[in-house]
């Protein structure tokens, strides 16, 4: 990290800062010009604020060098990262997979149908909510413990791990309990970070999905939040942000997978049905996030999209995702070169 310091700055100033930045524990080497006073930050600068640097009156800049994550930096961890859940299944690293289902278990009759097409068409993970986050609190808000309790039977019968939706830190031994594969946090649940803290504690996966409008960095320091704690089991799922564009739900930042690829060794997963809002949309842009390298997808699949209790819109019939299923798997040789 390097500051700038205004030229007016005195020189006890100066020693005051200095003084400050060592007590975090960085060193420091400040260097005088005839213009400015340079102050150069050596060592773990994770633990300064760079706003309260730049509040500062004496302060004109600061530049960060070094980014604010480490544990999920590709810098530090050359290697992909492969997350292996119980059944042996891989994600990461050429591993590829697709996880699908419906946006909220509705019924043990609904739950079960989908969990059958999905395995059958080849998604190797059930996703469902049991507790969902609805902008309405007048709109479905899942089935909660006896959602879980449905999965848990679709799992039973199908041998698909499952991934679902964790709001509150209270139903972790629930979701331990249903026996839960991966744990998701929601797009609305990014930064809730004393829930991140107590996902660090588990030895579970996560999918981490990136919020609304958060930059790729937030998502990378959020991720940080579960791996400080001892959880090294984070997926980074892109599901779309908001933008100025109306006629898709949310845009769906496909160079974040790149760049994602580029700056951590975690798995990368996106899910086109929340990006774009519409069913029809779901299948080119499911390949195009194929295509442009993530190790896995999460599809909505209902098996009535038009009565379905939530996201019906963007919903594929077990039908469209065979097909689509079929189109990914397809292209995947020319992606992975394999
Ligand atoms: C979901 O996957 O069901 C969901 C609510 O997604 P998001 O958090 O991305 O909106
Ligand atoms: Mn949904």
């Not at 530090?76 to 419906?102: C, R, S, W, Y």
Request: with cysteine.
């Amino acid at each position: 990290m390097i500051i700038l310091v205004k030229k007016n700055a005195s020189k006890t100033q100066i020693d005051n800062l200095t003084e400050t930045l060592r007590t975090l524990g960085v060193q420091t080497d400040t260097s005088v010009g005839t213009n400015h006073t340079i102050i150069g930050l050596v060592g773990d600068t994770s633990a300064v604020d760079v706003d309260m640097l730049n509040a500062l009156d004496i302060v004109e800049s600061v530049q960060r060098i070094q980014d604010p994550f480490k544990k999920a930096n590709r810098r530090f961890h050359e290697e992909d990262t492969v997350i292996e859940l119980d059944n042996g299944i891989k994600i990461g690293g050429g591993h590829f997979q697709i996880m699908a289902g419906p946006c909220s278990v509705e019924s043990e009759e609904q739950i079960l149908t989908v969990a059958r097409a999905v395995k059958e068409a080849g998604a190797n993970i059930l996703r469902g909510g049991a507790f969902k986050p609805r902008t309405s609190p007048y709109a479905f808000q899942g089935l909660g413990a006896e959602g879980l309790r449905l999965l848990k039977l679709a799992k039973e019968e199908t041998g698909l791990p499952i991934v679902t939706e964790l709001m509150d830190a209270s139903h972790i031994d629930l979701f331990l309990e249903a026996g839960v594969d991966i744990i998701q946090v929601g797009a609305r649940n990014m930064q809730n970070f004393e829930l991140l803290k107590r996902l660090g504690k588990l030895d579970k996966p996560v999918l981490l999905k990136r919020g609304l409008a958060n930059t790729l960095q937030e998502l990378l320091t959020s991720a940080e939040y579960i791996m400080a704690g001892g959880n090294s089991k984070v997926m980074l799922c892109e599901r779309g942000i908001r933008t100025f564009e109306t006629r898709t739900r949310n845009t769906l930042d496909l160079s974040a997978v790149p760049v994602l690829h580029q700056i951590t060794h975690l798995p990368v997963v996106v899910d086109p049905s929340h990006a774009t809002g519409y069913s029809r949309l779901v299948p080119p842009m499911a390949l195009a996030a194929t295509a442009a390298g993530a190790d896995a997808l999460i599809i909505e699949v209902h098996n009535n999209p038009a009565k379905a209790l939530c996201d019906g819109a963007q919903s594929l019939t077990p039908a469209e995702f065979a097909e689509t299923s079929k189109r990914i798997n397809a292209i995947l040789p020319y992606v992975w070169g394999k």
